[in-house]
């Protein structure tokens, strides 16, 4: 009985790690933060899926997090937790939104309905810069410390497995890999180049408007 418990204790963690999509640098270290998301072949996998809110925060002058990934449909819910007022704006024409948040603000009106990139400014504090990733697929994660995301839970067929950050080259960005799940072995994506670093977004030059703006 004991030798058996420890052949299953083995055996565990392997299943685990067959089930991870790492991203690499060109070191061979993993990269932390990056989108994988995994598209899959079969459309019926998306029938099930539910709308659901997600929210892009202003905080501390801003965007919380820096990078935001959703669905299609999802509302996308922008969420102002500080004391002085900001104005969202999108830089892509083809989801144009533009529209002030005074503090403890919320607004619910932005909906995405179709696979896009969207940079996003403060017309009041231009250090500040968010995008949102939107998807027309559930299956996707933001990579963790170890560079990975777990599949295990999604739906067994096969998959074209993308990954996309904003500090990615356009190269990068477009490399993808076709995968059938469960997987079987680990695997493993890695870059051509180092990830640029993130903007500061921060300002000496610091001010508000009024609260009348």
Not at 25 to 49: C, H, R
Request: aromatic content about 10%.
């Amino acid at each position: 009985m004991i030798a058996r418990f420890l052949v299953l204790m083995t055996l565990f963690p392997s299943i685990a790690l067959a089930s991870t999509i790492n991203v690499l640098a060109p070191d061979g270290s993993p990269v932390e933060g990056i989108v994988i998301y995994l598209t899959p072949e079969d459309p019926n996998l998306l029938t099930a899926v539910e709308p659901k809110v997600v929210t892009i925060s202003q905080k501390d002058k801003k965007y919380t997090p820096y990078l935001t990934v959703a669905y299609k449909n999802d509302s996308i819910v922008f969420d102002n937790q500080d004391d002085i007022t900001h104005h969202v704006y999108s830089l892509n024409a083809k989801t144009p939104f533009d529209f002030k948040l005074r503090k403890q603000q919320v607004n619910k009106s932005v909906n995405i309905e179709s696979e896009n990139v969207v940079a996003m400014g403060c017309n009041i504090h231009d250090w500040m810069a968010g995008h949102l990733l939107v998807l027309k697929t559930p299956f996707f994660n933001l990579g963790n410390e170890n560079g990975a995301i777990n599949t295990s839970d999604y739906p067994a067929g096969k998959y074209t497995v993308n990954i996309y950050h904003p500090q990615l080259d356009d190269e990068d960005n477009a490399l993808s890999q076709t995968v059938t799940l469960p997987l079987t072995s680990k695997l493993a994506i890695t870059l051509n180049k180092n990830m640029s670093e993130l903007p500061s977004q921060q300002s000496f030059d610091d001010f508000d408007f009024v609260e009348g703006y």
